[in-house]
């Protein structure tokens, strides 16, 4: 780290003590409105600081899975590749994934939820077969033909 | 009751080229269909195209299936025909370290009957994507 970015990290951590005691005041004399206006303040210099890239041992610990699964993932497109030697990826594209991961582990504690949510997938796998949509249509639109088998 | 069955117009050339065995089971599930109607089916799908329409899965043969619309005068349209291998492992390329992924490889058996009506709870259409992409590749 140079010593430009070392002052502009030591620059973004007093935003942020200072927006967080903000916050803490808010909070405590009732303003909800002030507080979530000071917390948007953190969002910013949060975006402001953040790296624009993140190893594999990272972003494996962000998301709370092994180094080969974060690296099959990124095969799969799953987060974007910001280099090839030394690894990085994208740090929003492993923040985006572990937002969802986080809400797909939510909707698991809920069953109903779940179970719904893997027949749906399920379907949507069926349907992305080779003319599987297309048939759909097909059949919804009525353009339909005679079933002669021989 | 009867019902007719008919073939979607760009379903027809797959239903043609069915051969040997997969052609008899075909013949057999489209004679099922026409006597018995929505029991005849496997499984209830969401289209997912927006619709209200009952829609199900039918395995007729291996991993041979078929999509079918039960439309109005009894009439039940044949969508697809093809192959499809839904019993991936997902216990391979890391998929089990995210523990609840460990749901994804379940049976279809598990899916409501043809003749229910489905869940009408909205999909979360991101975490669909989201499964299907963290889902391991066919082996």
């Given at each position: 780290?140079?010593?430009?970015?070392?002052?502009?990290?030591?620059?973004?951590?007093?935003t942020l003590?200072?927006?967080?005691?903000?916050?803490e005041?808010?909070?405590?004399?009732?303003?909800?409105?002030?507080?979530?206006?000071e917390?948007?303040?953190?969002?910013?210099?949060?975006?402001?600081?953040?790296?624009?890239t993140?190893d594999?041992?990272?972003?494996?610990?962000?998301?709370?899975?092994?180094?080969?699964?974060?690296?099959?993932?990124?095969r799969?497109g799953?987060?974007?590749l910001?280099?090839e030697?030394?690894t990085?990826l994208?740090?929003?594209?492993?923040?985006?994934?572990?937002?969802?991961?986080?809400?797909l582990?939510?909707?698991?504690?809920?069953?109903?939820?779940?179970?719904?949510?893997?027949?749906?997938?399920a379907?949507?796998?069926?349907?992305?077969e080779?003319?599987?949509?297309?048939?759909?249509a097909?059949a919804?639109?009525?353009?339909?033909e005679p079933?002669?088998?021989? | 009751?009867?019902?007719?069955?008919t073939?979607?117009?760009?379903?027809k050339p797959?239903?043609?080229?069915?051969?040997?065995?997969?052609?008899?089971k075909f013949a057999?599930?489209?004679?099922r269909?026409?006597?018995?109607?929505?029991?005849?089916?496997?499984?209830?799908?969401?289209?997912?195209d927006?619709?209200?329409?009952?829609?199900?899965?039918?395995?007729?043969?291996?991993?041979w299936r078929?999509h079918i619309?039960?439309?109005?005068?009894n009439e039940?349209?044949?969508?697809?025909?093809?192959?499809?291998?839904?019993?991936?492992n997902?216990h391979v390329?890391?998929a089990?370290?995210?523990?609840?992924?460990?749901?994804?490889?379940?049976?279809?058996?598990?899916?409501?009957?043809?003749?229910?009506e489905?869940?009408?709870?909205?999909i979360d259409?991101?975490?669909?994507?989201?499964i299907n992409a963290?889902?391991?590749?066919?082996?």
């Amino acid at each position: 780290m140079t010593r430009r970015e070392q002052r502009a990290l030591a620059a973004g951590f007093i935003t942020l003590e200072d927006t967080l005691h903000r916050t803490e005041d808010a909070l405590q004399n009732g303003s909800v409105k002030q507080a979530l206006s000071e917390l948007q303040e953190t969002q910013h210099t949060v975006a402001a600081m953040r790296p624009a890239t993140i190893d594999v041992a990272q972003a494996a610990v962000a998301l709370g899975v092994s180094e080969p699964t974060v690296r099959a993932w990124t095969r799969r497109g799953l987060m974007v590749l910001a280099s090839e030697q030394p690894t990085m990826l994208t740090f929003s594209s492993v923040v985006d994934l572990r937002h969802r991961l986080q809400r797909l582990r939510e909707t698991a504690g809920d069953t109903k939820r779940w179970q719904s949510l893997l027949a749906a997938a399920a379907d949507q796998r069926e349907l992305a077969e080779p003319g599987a949509r297309e048939g759909l249509a097909d059949a919804l639109a009525g353009n339909t033909e005679p079933l002669i088998l021989t | 009751m009867t019902f007719t069955v008919t073939v979607a117009a760009r379903a027809k050339p797959r239903v043609k080229a069915l051969r040997g065995k997969a052609k008899d089971k075909f013949a057999e599930a489209v004679n099922r269909l026409k006597h018995e109607g929505c029991a005849a089916g496997d499984y209830r799908m969401r289209a997912s195209d927006g619709s209200e329409a009952h829609m199900c899965g039918l395995r007729f043969y291996a991993d041979w299936r078929m999509h079918i619309v039960f439309a109005e005068h009894n009439e039940i349209i044949v969508a697809w025909v093809g192959q499809h291998n839904d019993e991936e492992n997902p216990h391979v390329d890391g998929a089990a370290d995210v523990p609840q992924l460990a749901d994804i490889g379940r049976r279809r058996e598990d899916q409501p009957p043809c003749c229910d009506e489905p869940d009408k709870a909205p999909i979360d259409q991101e975490l669909a994507d989201l499964i299907n992409a963290l889902r391991p590749p066919r082996q």
